[in-house]
């Protein structure tokens, strides 16, 4: 009953969906405010509908009715509860419910909160976001419905894979999603003001926050998966430029230009039609991540619904969207009135350059993941484009980008000063001069790059703490002056000062770890003792264990360092038996310096066993990095909240620049 | 009944909340009209925001964040933006149209709960009840056999070392094709009950399926142990010659292909099977594919009485030739008396068949195809041997 209720909601939604995407569009073209009305509360309706679906679904696995096919074939009735829940989505079907559940979400945010947003916008929007819902609805109910039942009823279910079966990658997909759905609020914005002809104050208010939460979510989400891919896959590393991991990748990069042209947009109404072009381009590239992920283009973990129909809606769903943005976007964008003017060497002229550097990236992130799958559609060769390919191209980008991105935020607007900036600067540029020499000090054996990496990423951070001391007058008011004036600084200083400094540790962290990582692999009898990194790793032998649904090997090793004794670890080896799967389970010892990660390999005779060990110095720096940043944009992002409808960065939009006082 | 009642009330609720605006709105009223004199939301909007942020440019001065003349500054910019939108504004103004709101909500109110039922009746199952696992009885109607495998799983979860339950599951897990976990437990069995043939069979078997028909590692040393176990086992020799065959070995494959279908009955029901990777291996070795071996076989009289021993076999190959045909004459007719008596033979038949064939008897061997035919008619299997056997003997038409 309780399932057929959500199959119903789920139907009801679909309908709703329905007149939420004409009856607004119409009242909108013909100035009906009424039809415009309905607006609101099919946007309501349909996210209390979908979250009724959802429930139903959910209550389907917490209970583990397998009269629910989805369920059946996803599920166990032993499975822990959290494993039960994360089920729901961590299957194809399911994971659709829930992408048109917070696309739902965000159509239901501009209904509840918009009441300021000009009354043919909002209809607009709200025509725009319930077309892309309407998209995904009809996809789920003709291809991949979650609510198809069985009968007769199995008495068990057939589990989850047991990869899955792990908390970090149990919340990746809801982060990773609420990121992509989120750049469909931007997108439908965009389209919206390209139906209108016009974009306003309005607009840009409303993009930028909710571009800035679906960056951040996102944010989380590739940080997730990259960690769950460290400790998971057993190869040391965080990053692989695995297609699935760039098809997440990307709108991230497009979401980070969108997100600071926005900026650009709100303060100085400037760079409008770049700034709907980058709307338009970040969730296509949204669109298309899900499209490689779920269409068996890739094979992979997360490539649950290797099914040609599926593959086909789905592209039929890109193309139209994609298609379809842009052509609007080349038809109308010519008529949008251009906004303010500015200087090259200015605060929008930083933003545009980020820009630049930034979709470049993307490009060639996206070339490197879609030039091999094109090229073995047309003559079948199989080539890999890895880690190489991506270091020659996107890193060069990078390094300038992170040389200016300090720069940036001390530039006025319009017109900046460069070399009142570089004054400012100068501290953090001396200090991280310094960090090159104590990097070359400490490694001297090193790549010969790697410090002035290091560099890099200290010059970010000195230069988001220059910033921040610069509008508190540091050095040149008294220190009550300067706490009066830091505790008062608009929260969304704080928060651009914040992420840029979580990008500074990010980058310590990569450049540490890709540069001075040890990696040993070598066969270990019991009782040999292997040193890596300052630590003695004693292999004391394996042991067999049975675990609920996997037997598994455990190699003990004893980790000490002289004579104190630190750790014990437990790599593994584990075989599940249903789904047959062999996986690796690694043992890691953290510590501030880096983490000591160990690998058990296979036996190699006579109670021998091979043995990868690694040493990653500073590794963990870079997922607190991307915490970092999450933090940085909540801080901006509060700012916002907690003052609708006043951009707090009013006063730099002053004509001219203020002179350092 | 009670679904209904609750998809009902949804829908209702639903076309309620959606049909509001358009009941509330006879007499709509732009509400920001009062506010401006124009009566474009869009640069009502704008005028809201602008006034927003003007309130901040005062909040941050009074603040000490910014100086009296940035905050002049940005007051004259903001003033600019707000002059600009009005300008912009005034362009688009035009009068709303008036639409029959009833008929939307009329058209709406009885569309959507029709598309609904219709929609949801194509897909839905609505006399399906909830089965949570828990209120499942385990005794209900007669337990199925997932039922059965669900109870002994739960008891094995509970007591992972108990070797007869994996003993007991396994071929089950087998016989409902969950190839792996028959392969697991027929391990956990091995490890724990110890090593029979049928254990060891079981596990090579899973294996293999499991695998699509590849024979792995495991596979192969469990067939290994199986043929020094029952040597008398046809199975782990065929799996090792196919194992030979996929480790490219493809000689000894078609050697102990040709051993299998020489010394196997002629009868087994594996043989056509046997006959066709012998074919396919003597193919790709580049070596003839006819006769197959039991063919072979046929050319020597010894073939028409497989059945007698060996010594008898050499007594009759040393009488004179006429005497030796009289006597296998006799005993093919004795053969086929018996068979007239009791059909049920299929070995029997087929060695009549050959009889006839070798001894150049054609019509009779039709005619013995023709009855066995008739006597096994309900057996597929013996059918498809008789074809076999027809086809190699040169007898179907």
């Known amino acids: ?197 016009r974009t306003d104050a309005a607009w840009a208010r409303w993009v930028r926050p909710w571009t800035l939460a679906a960056w951040m979510f996102l944010t989380v989400g590739i940080s997730m998966g990259s960690w769950w891919a460290y400790y998971e896959l057993g190869w040391g590393g965080w990053w692989f430029w695995d297609p699935v991991e760039n098809a997440s990748f990307m709108p991230w990069l497009a979401g980070t230009a969108l997100l600071h042209s926005a900026v650009v947009m709100e303060k100085r109404e400037a760079l409008k039609v770049w700034t709907i072009l980058l709307a338009i381009l970040t969730f296509s590239l949204s669109l298309m991540g899900a499209f490689l992920v779920r269409s068996g283009v890739l094979s992979s973990v997360h490539a649950f619904a290797v099914d040609p129909k599926r593959g086909v809606f789905i592209l039929a769903i890109m193309m139209f969207f994609i298609g379809g943005g842009l052509m609007l976007y080349a038809w109308r964008a010519p008529s949008l009135r251009q906004g303010g003017i500015f200087a090259p ?82 501290i953090a540029g001396l200090v991280s001069i310094a960090s090159i020499a104590v990097v070359f000090a400490i490694m001297w054996r090193g790549p010969w790059l790697a410090p002035f990496a290091i560099a890099l990423g200290v010059w970010v951070i000195g230069g988001a703490i220059s910033e921040l001391l610069f509008r508190a007058k540091a050095g040149q008011a008294d220190r009550a002056e300067v706490l009066r004036r830091l505790r008062n600084l608009p929260r969304s200083v704080y928060g ?166 | 009944m009670l679904l209904w009642v609750g998809f009902a009330l949804l829908t209702a609720v639903v076309v309620g909340v959606l049909l509001r605006p358009l009941l509330a709105g006879a007499s709509s009223a732009d509400p920001g009209a009062q506010s401006l004199a124009s009566n474009d939301p869009t640069a009502v909007a704008s005028a809201a925001v602008y006034r927003d942020q003007l309130a901040e440019i005062e909040a941050e001065r009074a603040r000490g964040l910014i100086a009296e003349a940035e905050a002049e500054a940005a007051r004259v910019e903001i003033a600019r933006r707000l002059l600009a939108a009005s300008e912009g504004a005034k362009v688009r103004t035009s009068a709303p149209a008036r639409t029959d709101v009833r008929m939307v909500g009329l058209v709406l109110a009885s569309a959507l709960p029709l598309l609904a039922v219709v929609v949801y009746l194509a897909i839905g199952t609505p006399g399906q009840q909830g089965q949570p696992f828990a209120a499942r009885a385990p005794d209900g109607t007669g337990p199925g056999v997932e039922q059965l495998v669900a109870q002994v799983e739960a008891r094995l979860r509970a007591q992972p070392e108990d070797g007869r339950g994996w003993d007991v599951i396994a071929p089950v897990y087998l016989r409902m094709g969950r190839y792996n976990e028959a392969a697991d437990a027929f391990g956990r069995a091995l490890r724990l009950v110890g090593e029979s043939p049928e254990r060891l069979a079981g596990l090579a078997e899973a294996h293999v399926l499991a695998n699509d028909g590849m024979v792995t590692e495991i596979a192969r040393t469990s067939y290994e142990r199986l043929r020094a176990l029952a040597p008398e086992r046809m199975e782990p020799r065929f799996w090792l010659a196919v194992a030979a065959e996929q480790d490219g070995r493809s000689e000894e494959a078609a050697k102990a292909y040709a051993q299998l279908l020489t010394e196997g009955s002629a009868a087994a029901p594996w043989r056509p099977t046997v006959a066709e990777r012998w074919r396919a291996v003597r193919r790709k070795l580049g070596l003839p594919t006819e006769p197959v071996p039991d063919g072979m076989a046929e050319a020597k009289p010894t073939s028409i009485a497989p059945a007698l021993a060996r010594e008898d076999v050499r007594a009759i190959q040393q009488l004179p030739e006429d005497e030796r045909k009289r006597v296998i004459e006799e005993m093919v007719n004795g053969l086929d008396r018996r068979l007239a008596e009791n059909g049920q033979d299929l070995d029997g038949w087929q060695r009549l068949i050959r009889a006839y064939t070798v001894l150049g008897r054609r019509d009779d061997a039709l005619a013995a195809l023709e009855r066995a035919r008739s006597a096994l008619a309900a057996e597929t299997t013996a059918l498809e041997a008789l074809t076999t056997l027809a086809r190699t003997l040169g007898l179907s038409s």
């Not at chain 1, 909601?9 to 607004?24: D, N, Y």
């Not at chain 1, 979250?51 to 822990?80: C, G, R």
């Not at chain 1, 270091?391 to 000063?417: E, Q």
């Not at chain 1, 940085?632 to 992002?637: I, M, N, T, V």
């Open chain 1, 496 to 661: 651009t000062a914040i992420a840029h400094a979580g990008v500074g540790v990010m980058v310590i962290g990569i450049t540490a770890t890709s540069a001075w990582q040890s990696e040993t692999i070598l066969t270990m009898r019991p009782g040999q003792t292997a040193h890596m990194a300052g630590y003695d790793i004693t292999f004391t032998g394996v042991a067999p264990r049975e675990g609920p649904n996997y037997r598994e090997v455990i190699g003990l090793m004893q980790v000490s360092r002289g004579e104190t004794r630190v750790t014990e670890l437990a790599p593994s080896k584990r075989q599940y038996n249903a789904p047959a799967q062999a996986t690796s389970e690694a043992g890691i010892h953290v510590a501030l310096a880096g983490d000591l990660y160990v690998v058990l390999g296979d036996e190699a005779g006579d109670g021998a066993w091979s043995v990868r060990l690694y040493f990653n110095p500073l590794v963990r720096l870079i997922w607190l990095g991307t915490i970092i940043m999450f933090i940085g944009g909540a801080f901006s992002l509060s700012d916002r909240r907690l003052r609708v409808g006043a951009p707090r960065r009013s006063r730099r939009r002053i004509p001219t620049p203020v002179p350092a006082e």
């Open chain 1, 1 to 197: 009953m309780i399932v057929e209720l959500g199959h119903f909601a789920l139907v009801l939604a679909f309908l709703v969906c329905v007149v939420q995407m004409i009856v607004p569009a119409w009242g909108a073209r013909i100035g009906d405010h009424r039809l415009m009305g309905i607006g609101e509360p099919a946007a309501l309706l349909q996210f209390g509908l979908l979250i009724l679906a959802f429930a139903a679904l959910t209550h389907a696995y917490v209970v583990s009715d397998f009269s629910v096919t989805n369920v059946y074939q996803n599920s166990h009735s032993t499975k822990p509860l959290i494993y039960r829940i994360s089920g729901v989505w961590g299957n194809h079907e399911g994971s659709m419910l829930l992408w048109v559940l917070i696309l739902a979400l965000f159509g239901a945010a501009v209904a509840a909160f918009g009441s300021n947003l000009p009354t043919t916008l909002r209809a607009n929007v709200l025509s725009v976001q319930a077309s892309i819902a309407l998209a995904f609805l009809l996809f789920i109910l003709l291809t991949s419905n979650p609510f198809d039942r069985l009968d007769p009823v199995p008495a068990e279910g057939r589990g989850l894979n047991p990869i899955l079966q792990d908390p970090a990658l149990a919340f990746h997909p809801p982060f990773l999603y609420a990121g992509y759905v989120g750049f469909s609020m931007a997108y439908s914005f965009a389209i919206a003001g390209l139906i209108e002809g």
């Open chain 1, 345 to 426: 060497l200015s605060r929008e002229g930083g933003l545009v350059l980020n820009n630049v550097l930034i979709t470049t990236a993307t490009g060639t992130v996206l070339v490197g993941t879609l030039y091999p799958l094109a090229l073995e559609s047309i003559n079948g060769a199989k080539i890999s484009v890895g880690a190489p390919y991506f270091n020659a191209t996107f890193v060069p980008l990078m390094v300038p980008l992170l040389l200016a991105l300090p720069f940036g935020p001390l530039l006025g607007w319009k017109r900046g000063d460069v070399v009142a900036a570089m004054q400012r600067l100068m």
